[in-house]
């Protein structure tokens, strides 16, 4: 079964940091491109940031550039997101997940909740 | 970036009825490969979010068969051909072509 669990949520002060990972289970981990897509408390879903396979392209949205970096293990089969500089709206349930273009089945985590609070 | 506009944003059904959702991208969301990214999810309360179609009109394996996605260029429906308890909770459209990839705000089914 595919599985991906995320760890690493919590609460933190302004200006802090926190570094997330996603475990992957039960899928050739290497071969996807993998996702951080998060939701803020009771409001919609935003693509945060994109890996290639082997690390060599990653894409950011604009409000999270320069303060969170995408990275991935695939040797551990994990993915990472490491969170600077962090904001009060960067409060939100942050979801790895594999998203194909294709037919590929897609498959999220349950989720990891970051809040950022003083 | 892309802006995605759903509506309605609160749709109330009947259970056994069809509901429909539609979503207007604000760019062309047809890619330089001649595809067309354009996908449907469902997130129910409490869960993660679940691909139901993917490239405008195909539909994920473990999505039932009665929804079905149409559309073309910047505009798309999502359809559910008879509403099922099952299927109440957020849908979303998301554009796949255009970096940042981007969401529309949400439709909430809710029964009636």
């Known amino acids: 079964e595919e599985q991906l669990v995320e760890s690493g949520g919590g609460l933190v002060q302004p200006g802090g940091s926190l570094r997330l990972s996603c475990t992957a289970s039960g899928f050739t981990f290497s071969t996807y491109w993998m996702s951080w897509v998060r939701q803020a408390p009771g409001k919609g879903l935003e693509w945060v940031a994109n890996?290639?396979?082997?690390?060599?392209?990653?894409y950011y949205v604009d409000s999270v550039k320069g303060r969170f970096t995408v990275s991935r293990d695939n040797a551990k089969n994990s993915l990472y997101l490491q969170m600077n500089s962090l904001r009060a709206e960067d409060t939100a349930v942050y979801y790895c997940?594999?998203?194909?273009?294709?037919?590929?089945?897609?498959?999220w985590g349950q989720g990891a909740l970051v809040t950022v609070s003083s | 970036d892309v802006v995605m506009t759903q509506s309605p944003l609160s749709l109330p059904v009947t259970l056994g009825q069809p509901a429909s959702i539609s979503c207007k991208s604000s760019?062309?969301?047809?890619?330089?490969?001649?595809?067309?990214?354009l996908n449907w999810f469902q997130q129910r309360p409490g869960q993660s979010p679940r691909r139901l179609i993917y490239?405008?009109?195909d539909r994920d394996s473990g999505a039932p068969d009665r929804f079905s996605g149409s559309g073309s260029g910047t505009d798309f429906t999502l359809k559910i051909s008879g509403v099922e308890a099952g299927d109440i909770g957020v849908y979303y459209c998301m554009q796949f072509t255009h970096w940042p990839y981007t969401f529309g705000q949400g439709t909430k089914v809710e029964i009636k």
């Open positions: 997940a594999r998203v194909c273009r294709s037919s590929c089945p897609d498959s």
């Open positions: 490239k405008v009109s």
């Open positions: 890996m290639n396979q082997d690390g060599s392209e990653k």
């Open positions: 760019q062309s969301l047809v890619h330089s490969d001649g595809n067309t990214y």
